[in-house]
């Protein structure tokens, strides 16, 4: 396809095709080579220390198919020492900025990347590898066709040792589109990422789980996305990168992994040469902010930086005991990882001398009482808007209270379904049950130009909406798993006996079969019998 | 295992003549010891084959008849007439698909059989059969074949069709492409002799037809490939079945595809076209899901609706189970109307028997619902249908009803409309409705759901293949209004069951007779037909559920559950209004305001999507 765009070249309009779930077939990016470029790229380099690794990954920048006008790089030294320097192989427009203060590792320095630069679009690129001609423009050819695709670039990992290569020889080699004249042999792709590409036709079959397979090492986000998205956790050192897929997946993301053409990645990164202690380091950090990856989440009881439900109660005007029913219900239920918005008239609370049991404000004192000191539950005048990070958003009526398995069951249902919307009916009231919503859907309804009327109905067509009975599976409590029988060790061994006794019998009849029907005296007795 | 039977029937009659008989592909090596060591020549007695059994006059010690399939074993029953008489008789079918009940032969009814001594039903390994009789006097071989072949297939009675003679008198070994490549086979005159639709054999459907065809299925694709010459069915690399040289096809075969999730059929070489031709017609009468490339000009004799289905049939849509069964429905549907037995026999022209006639008995409470209700049964297509419209508690005075039953006649179709005692309970009133009704066939429609135009004639079929008593639709599609919703719930069909839903059951008039027709009852008038159905010991098929879509209303329905109890169980769900295509939806009866918009589809199990 070639890009018909009006309008001067600085204010490209911005496409939003409908993509459903992470299934991007219906975009359609032009061959290589084959398209007129219009929107600029930030290529921001984020690098401690690796002078050596960087002039090449500077060289290979200079080698770039996309328009050197169009493109910065800007490279942010965390804090090296010595201090990072340009080389003189690399592309026209480089910069090199520090770090902003106040933080250190490549969260933070992907953030004060971003912050130096201002083009439309922002590749981010590792500091210990060689792009191939195309990379850059293989990326950036998805985001003419959307504003909201979190691309990943693709990379093979190649030994290196030090002094092997020199920046001219990058240069040359990319830009005649012969990288492999820089390694020995065809290199190694990241195996997981592989197989899952592989599984998830692209990832277009990946659903709400896309953003598992967003890696740091090359990937791009239009500039707007990024900072919608609130850009990456300075806070964290390690598992950034999937945090930031995370955000970007909570904004309302559609993941595309550009895997025609490639790039080296020198050396093997460290998260694969000590893979486990890298996973026991993210774990603490990127699970109390992850509520969707680890297993750490399953521990019964515990909480986290963020949860994985918010759950909204609207109790203006409600009983107390309804009020009490729903969400003590919820906060006893197997999912504890969860947090509760109350809303309701606290200015209501006054000190001083009331009526006790005849005041108006009853109901209103008694709530704010019952959960005074329950950390997780939070009295609220208004409906909050909701919290980016949290990636399900439960919203039930007074009254209604939800088996303790209830939460998970829709949980559970979002995810087989890979819905966006799970509905439940309420007994009585088909349409009155509660609900709950996938953040990066209704991100992604919204971002499409969903109002407050269609959201449901958008959102629909991009994720789904499934409908549950409410009263068989949220309301009824499941039945408990029944107990193996006290003997059952002794009713094993009688059934086992049984069993032999029946084999041994079989194998004696199979045995005479075979004389009666086999042998010329067994045929002649069962003739005899037989006219008898 | 046969043979020892076999000889061991011989010893036992104390046979001093004898007859053996066979018939089929690979039925041969199952009589050649007993015939050799009776003294006397097996003979072939399929179709097609010289009948020289030596004349009915003619009387032997003991008859045996070996069948290769049930097809087989049905297929010389119109052929054993000549057949010398029998005091005793063994009959062996060597593989025939399991069944819900054992084929205990069914004797025939004019005291034929007051010499019987004994009769005997037996299973053989390997999913044969056995039956052995004894008479005090000879009684006719062909009618002791028939009453086996009655009692194997089982369900109700039906006329047997006469073997048609064969269009232009060409059996399928006239045209193997061995005859056709022969030197002097293209006449100067004559031209090519092109094989016609009448040219292939019919597809016998009480024996091949959809019965046993499953919603899930495998993600495995079988070829339907060329090998030396004959077609074989490979699966995984590996033949699953080598196709008879005269491309018969048996119920056990279908029976071990079910788990396929398509057949691919790739126009190689078989035997000759028609046998070629002959197969596809079978697989495709069975529900195989088949696609394949345009089938070649040689394959005409499938007709035009089976071939634009293999043409333009698409494999990898067949992952969506949904997509499956359409897909499935649609074949069967082509190949039973072309290439059935009694298809053919009723367009067989004048003295043919005519078609059974349907009347749909409808009964409604609701005048703003005839309009609709009647315009479901006006779409009907395929079968003779006569419409008895009970109106109950209101005449035709009330606005909308005179305008729809004018448009409903304006149509053609014979309409009468029926103003019982509004004091009469629903099952007197359908009882009544039936009293009116003219049709052989009696069906009953809701006023308030939506029906495919084949609804009538699809359940036509499923009675003629099963021969169950009562054939009802799996009522699996609902549409939710209060929530907007299409939902399709996980209803085992095509199989015996113990019940299906009123919305769109038929049955014989007879069978009502039988029964005592509805019981006088206000509501579970249909669950009280099927026990009493049940307890006189008929049979009941569920047929697919693809044409018909019940409503769920926001109010006023006869139910009383919450729209949540149909979101209970497996299912699959849409937002909006998506019926099944085979509904072929008409936009008048769409509900809803704003119909089509949604897309979404989220399934809780089922296929993988």
């Not at chain 1, 992994?257 to 000590?274: D, I, Y």
């Not at chain 1, 107390?320 to 003590?328: C, G, I, K, L």
């Not at chain 2, 003679?165 to 090519?192: E, F, I, K, M, Q």
């Not at chain 2, 590996?238 to 691919?264: C, M, N, T």
Request: hydrophobic share 40%; aromatic share 6%.
């Amino acid at each position: 396809m070639t890009l018909v765009q009006s309008g001067p070249v600085r204010a490209p309009a911005v496409p939003r095709p409908l993509v459903r779930r992470n299934d991007y077939s219906v975009l359609e990016p032009p061959p290589l080579g084959e398209w007129e470029p219009e929107l600029s790229v930030s290529v921001v380099v984020p690098a401690y220390g690796g002078q050596e690794k960087l002039d090449l990954t500077l060289a290979s920048m200079a080698a770039q198919s996309y328009p050197g006008d169009l493109t910065e790089v800007v490279v942010v030294d965390d804090g090296s020492d010595p201090a990072l320097r340009l080389p003189p192989i690399r592309p026209e427009h480089t910069r090199i900025v520090p770090s902003l203060p106040g933080g250190w590792a490549r969260g933070h320095a992907v953030n004060s990347g971003a912050a130096a630069s201002e083009a439309d679009v922002l590749l981010f690129f590792d500091a210990d590898m060689i792009a191939f001609r195309e990379h850059v423009e293989a990326q950036m050819r998805w985001h003419h066709l959307a504003d909201y695709l979190a691309v990943t670039g693709h990379l093979r990992c190649v030994d290196y040792a030090p002094g092997a290569l020199d920046p001219a020889r990058v240069l040359d080699a990319v830009r005649r589109g012969e990288p492999e004249a820089l390694a020995e042999g065809p290199g190694e792709e990241l195996e997981w990422l592989r197989r899952a590409y592989k599984r998830m036709n692209g990832l277009r079959s990946a659903g709400h789980k896309a953003f598992h397979f967003f890696i740091g090492g090359s990937g791009s986000v239009r500039r707007e996305f990024f900072e919608e998205s609130g850009g990456a956790d300075s806070d964290l050192v390690l598992g950034e990168d999937t945090h930031l897929g995370y955000r970007f997946a909570q904004n309302g993301a559609v993941f595309v992994p550009e895997s025609e053409t490639s790039s080296w990645h020198l050396g093997l990164p460290q998260m694969e040469s000590r893979k486990e202690e890298g996973a026991r380091f993210r774990r603490p950090f990127v699970g109390t902010r992850l509520p969707l990856i680890g297993s750490g989440r399953t521990l019964p009881g515990r909480q986290w930086q963020v949860p994985r439900v918010e759950a909204v109660v609207d109790a203006t005007g409600a009983r107390f005991d309804e009020v009490a029913a729903t969400v003590d219900a919820l906060l006893t239920g197997e999912v504890c990882d969860l947090r509760v918005q109350l809303v309701g008239e606290w200015w209501r609370v006054t000190p001083g001398r009331h009526a006790v049991l005849d005041d108006p404000a009853v109901h209103v004192r008694l709530l704010h009482e019952h959960y005074r000191c329950e950390p997780r539950v939070e009295f609220v005048q208004d409906e909050p808007a909701p919290d980016p990070d949290v990636p399900f958003r439960l919203l039930i009526t007074p009254g209604q209270a939800l088996a303790p398995h209830g939460v998970r069951r829709m949980i559970a249902q979002a995810d087989a379904t890979n819905a966006g919307l799970v509905r439940a009916t309420a007994p009585g009231d088909d349409l009155g049950g509660p609900r709950l919503e996938r953040a990066a859907a209704f991100a992604r309804a919204r971002r499409l130009g969903a109002t407050e009327d269609d959201l449901d109905a958008v959102v629909d067509e991009v994720f789904g909406v499934h409908w549950l009975d409410g009263e068989s599976a949220l309301f009824t409590p499941e039945k408990p798993v029944e107990e193996p029988p006290r003997d059952w060790r002794a009713r094993l061994a009688r059934a086992e006996a049984l069993a032999e006794s029946h084999r041994a019998r079989a194998e004696g009849l199979k045995s005479r079969f075979r004389w009666l029907t086999g042998s010329r005296v067994g045929r002649l007795l069962c003739r005899t019998i037989g006219r008898g | 295992m046969i043979e020892t039977l076999l000889t061991g029937a011989l010893r036992a009659h104390g046979a001093g003549t004898a007859l053996v008989g066979h018939m089929g592909e690979g039925s041969a090596a199952a009589v050649e010891g007993v015939a050799k060591e009776a003294g006397v020549r097996a003979l072939d007695l399929g179709p097609g084959r010289p009948a020289a059994a030596g004349g009915a006059d003619r009387a032997v010690d003991l008859a045996v008849l070996v069948a290769a399939t049930t097809a087989d074993l049905r297929a010389a029953v119109p052929l054993s007439g000549g057949l010398p008489s029998a005091s005793g008789v063994a009959i062996a079918v060597l593989e025939a698909a399991p069944r819900p009940s054992p084929p205990l032969p069914s004797p025939p009814g004019l005291g034929q059989w007051t010499g019987l001594l004994s009769s005997r039903t037996r299973r053989l390994p390997d999913r044969g059969w056995w039956w052995e009789f004894s008479f005090t006097d000879p009684v006719e071989t062909g009618e002791v074949l028939a009453a086996v072949a009655r009692g194997l297939v089982g369900g109700r009675r039906s006329p047997a069709p006469p073997p048609l003679p064969s269009a232009s008198d060409r059996s399928a070994d006239d045209l193997s492409w061995r005859r056709l490549g022969a030197p002097g086979t293209v006449n100067r005159t004559a031209g090519y002799p092109r094989p016609s639709v009448g040219d292939v054999p019919a597809v016998d459907e009480r024996v091949v037809n959809p019965m046993g065809f499953t919603r899930v299925s495998k993600a495995a694709v079988g070829q339907l490939v060329s090998c030396d010459g004959r077609w074989v069915l490979l699966v995984g690399g590996k033949v699953r079945w080598r196709v008879p040289e005269d491309g018969a096809v048996s119920d056990a075969v279908v029976a071990g595809l079910r788990d396929l999730r398509a057949v691919r059929v790739e126009w190689g070489r078989h035997s000759g076209p028609v046998a070629a031709v002959r197969t596809v017609a079978n697989l495709a009468a069975a529900g195989v899901p088949l696609v394949g490339a345009r089938p070649p000009v040689w394959a005409r004799p499938l007709g035009e609706e089976l071939h634009d289905l293999l043409a333009w049939s698409r494999e990898e849509e067949l992952a969506d189970e949904l997509l499956r069964e359409e897909h499935s429905v649609r074949l069967r549907r082509a190949a039973l109307r072309l290439h059935g037995r009694y298809a053919r026999w009723y367009g067989s022209g004048p003295g043919a028997p005519p078609e059974p006639s349907v009347s749909v008995v409808l009964c409604t409470r609701r005048p703003e619902m005839v309009g609709f209700a009647l315009r479901q049964v006006v779409r009907q297509r395929g079968v003779d249908v006569q419409a008895v419209l009970a109106l109950h508690g209101f005449g035709t005075d009330a606005p909308g009803v005179a305008e729809a039953v004018a448009a409903y006649r304006a149509r053609g179709r014979e309409l009468v409309v029926w103003e019982p005692d509004p004091a009469m309970v629903l099952g007197s009133v359908l009882n009544g409705a039936i009293a009116r009704a003219s049709g052989t066939l009696v069906a009953k429609m809701d006023d308030d759901d939506w029906y495919g135009p084949d609804h009538l004639s699809d359940l036509v079929l499923a009675r003629r293949y099963s021969g169950a008593d009562l054939v009802g639709s799996a009522t699996e599609y609902y549409h939710l209004e209060q929530l907007d919703l299409t939902l399709r719930r996980t209803i085992h069909s095509e199989r015996f069951v113990r019940h299906v839903t009123g919305a769109g059951m038929l049955t014989d008039r007879t069978v009502l007779e039988e029964v005592g027709g509805f019981r006088p009852m206000g509501l579970g008038e249909d669950n009280a037909l099927l026990d009493d159905l049940r307890d006189a010991g008929g049979s009941i098929y569920r047929t697919h559920g693809l044409g018909c879509v019940i409503r769920r209303r926001r109010s006023g329905h006869t139910w009383h559950e919450d729209s949540g109890y149909f979101l209970r169980g497996t299912q699959r769900q849409w937002h909006g209004w998506r019926p099944s295509a085979l509904l072929e939806s008409d936009s008048a009866d769409v509900p809803g305001p704003v119909p089509g918009t949604n897309t979404s589809d989220t399934t809780t199990f089922g296929s993988r999507r």
